[in-house]
């Protein structure tokens, strides 16, 4: 993704550059910036050059001796003490050692008696563990909010009841998995996606009460603050809390001793009915690991986790078994692909580290620094924006959301391609309704993101002089899904590539002065398609 950086490195960062200690998206960046900044570029090569010096002048030989023997200054100390030595000492009080003797004795219990803190991260990776090693589907959870509440499967791959849907909502725009709430799998990977955060871990009524919960706080997610109760005893999650945007709140919590029932059969979205798999094909299916069911269950387990955004994940068939490979991630997300695909027969991971490359992980666009000569209209949008460092921020923003849009867009993309209508006939009603919600999600977002864009950019490009009719949506007119999701991928990635050329100066045959107009026009008709293709998938599920 091209981005913006507005602020220099620093010293450390500059010498972790140096040692080659940053991440491969840091480095870029920093590199990126030192491209188009001689004075960070000069710093850089003097802290080289004195790091230089001190090898080579360590490397050089012993330290040469002094030209003369060091004075010895000890005398001159005693001449100093001898008017304090003179002066009457008084006898140290007793009491105070005592004290001491307390205060030491009262530390000593207190830090034995006070149970170390633990992070909530690495509460979060325990629960996890614990969670997948030892799963307890059979469960019924109860949603509770401000106007209504009511009782569902903690696991729910079918898509909600009607009045549920404004929940299931929210949730979508936070990206946390609604499809299994009450999960630290769904909290974790909800948590370490966020990219601002702050946690707190808190035991209600002290240790001996039996639970610990973990708050999390944000300012750049949909969802403002959300909070998970775990049994100390197992560390499974018992409730949430979640206080949304907007002020609304929502708490879930566990109904222990109920059983599981059955999610009602929901309508599958796909035009053409499907024909009922024979029985036992889908448990030979999920058992051995074979057809499009074992595919659609790893997409789901990576799609809880948010792995199927855009991250450089691939899957693949071996004979009888599927091959999930990863390329280039971090050891914690690594972990974490691990956990989500647990306890699913006849599925490899594995995972490469080749050299990073200069560009943003999962991405493919280069790291670049925008200058004033690579964006043509900049002095334009910056009197619009409000000067350099709101456009900067304006830029960033836009380009974030882009990306965001285009991993949605790909994902609906690769679902229409690897489930093509053939495939999603060979289904049962259970599985097309796990691809229904998996497209449904991806397809909500999309949309939201579309329409934000637009929003965003509206003011910028009227000033710069481009029309902005709005044509609504258009009423659907594919024959089925996969096609739709063609069409959305096309539309989406459209408006991308203008938007890289009027924020980021990506080469271009347009004259930069048709540029506003050409994006105001693309962006409406990414908006109208994501739209349609929503309300298509929403549509069928009634």
Partial sequence: MLRIRALHPGEEQLLRFADGELRPREAADVRAHLEACWGCRTELEGLQRTIGDYVRYHESGPVPQPPRPWADIRVRMERLDQPRAMAPRRAPNR?????????????????????PAVSAAELLRRSVAAEVSAPRPHRQIRVRMRSRSFTRPALETAASETGAAPVEALFAA??????????????????????????????????????????????????????????????????????????????????????????????????????????????????????????????????????????PIELTRSGRQLLVTGTGMEPDRQQQVRSSLAGLPNVAVRFDNPTPVEAEAGTGRAALSITAARVPLQAEIEKAVGGRVAFEKFANRALDLSESAMERAHALRNLAERFPASTEAQLD??????????????????????????????????????????????????????????????????????????????????????????????????????????????????
């Fill in 174 to 311: 936070a990206r946390f998995n609604w499809e299994d709430p009450l999960s630290t799998r769904s909290y974790a990977a909800w948590h370490d996606s966020l990219p601002e955060k702050a946690d707190a871990v808190e035991s209600p009524g002290g240790p001996e009460a039996g639970t610990v919960r973990i708050r999390t706080t944000t300012t750049q997610n949909a969802l403002a603050e959300a909070t998970i109760t775990l049994r100390s005893q197992d560390l499974s999650p018992v409730s949430e809390t979640f206080q949304f945007r907007g002020n609304e709140w929502i708490e879930i919590s566990e109904i222990p001793g109920q059983p599981e029932a059955p999610s009602p059969a929901t309508p599958a979205i796909a035009q053409e009915p499907a024909p009922e798999t024979a029985p036992g094909a889908r448990a030979e299916a999920v058992e051995t690991g074979t057809g499009p069911t074992r595919e659609l269950q790893v997409i789901a387990a990576l799609h809880r986790i948010g792995a199927d955004l855009g991250e």
């Fill in 95 to 115: 009491w105070l050692a005592a004290a001491a003797m307390v205060l030491l004795a009262c530390l000593a219990v207190w830090r034995f008696e006070r149970p």
């Fill in 429 to 542: 009603p259970r599985d097309r309704r796990l691809l229904a919600t998996l497209r449904r999600e991806h397809a909500q977002q999309l949309a939201a993101t579309a329409a934000e864009i637009q929003a965003s950019l509206q003011p910028v490009l009227v000033s710069l002089g481009a029309s902005y009719p709005q044509t609504g949506s258009a009423p659907a007119a594919w024959p089925n899904w996969q096609a739709g999701a063609g069409q959305v991928l096309a539309s989406a990635q459209e408006a991308d590539q203008l938007l890289n050329v009027l924020l980021a100066g990506a080469d271009s045959q347009l004259p930069p002065a048709s540029v506003p107009a050409q994006l105001a026009s693309a962006l409406e008709r990414s908006r109208a398609d994501a739209t349609a293709f929503r309300d298509t998938l929403t549509e069928g599920t009634r």
